[in-house]
């Protein structure tokens, strides 16, 4: 059994960088992909963890607005097996898409970000998140 998804979107806010215990860097961000049909815009947001030399990367180079594809798998709820349910302040029920990254690829021009370019894979990608 596989499962991948690949999604290309513009960063939510700037990433967040930290470290295990053990040293490792990992980064998380947010992603939002947009869609539009008929006179409806739709927008999904997905939370994005990458790994390793990965994680030094997306830190330095992405920021707020910055486009993206990134690479990866979903990261179900571990009770239910399902996107992890939550409840916003004012009652309303939402849904955290979050995905472990595989490889990310920056799709801004120079003009339009001031990061680089470039390919980043890697099997930098524990199983769990340790926090």
């Not at 806010?13 to 006179?39: H, I, L, N």
């Not at 179900?76 to 939402?94: A, E, L």
């Not at 990061?115 to 930098?124: K, N």
Request: with cysteine.
């Amino acid at each position: 059994m596989y499962q991948k998804i690949i999604i290309a979107g513009n960063l939510g806010r700037d990433p967040e960088m930290r470290y295990t215990p053990d040293g490792k860097a990992v980064t998380s961000f947010s992603v939002a992909t947009s869609r539009r049909y008929k006179d409806k815009n739709e927008t999904t947001w997905f939370r994005c963890t990458v790994w390793g030399n990965q994680a030094e990367t997306a830190s330095q180079y992405l920021h707020q607005g910055s486009k993206v594809l990134v690479e990866g798998r979903l990261t179900p709820d571990q009770t239910s097996g399902s996107p992890r349910v939550f409840q916003r302040k004012d009652g309303t029920y939402g849904a955290s898409y979050e995905i472990t990254v595989d490889s990310f690829r920056f799709l801004s021009s120079k003009g339009e970000d001031s990061g680089a370019a470039g390919d980043f894979g890697g099997e930098d990608n524990p199983d769990e998140i340790p926090f």
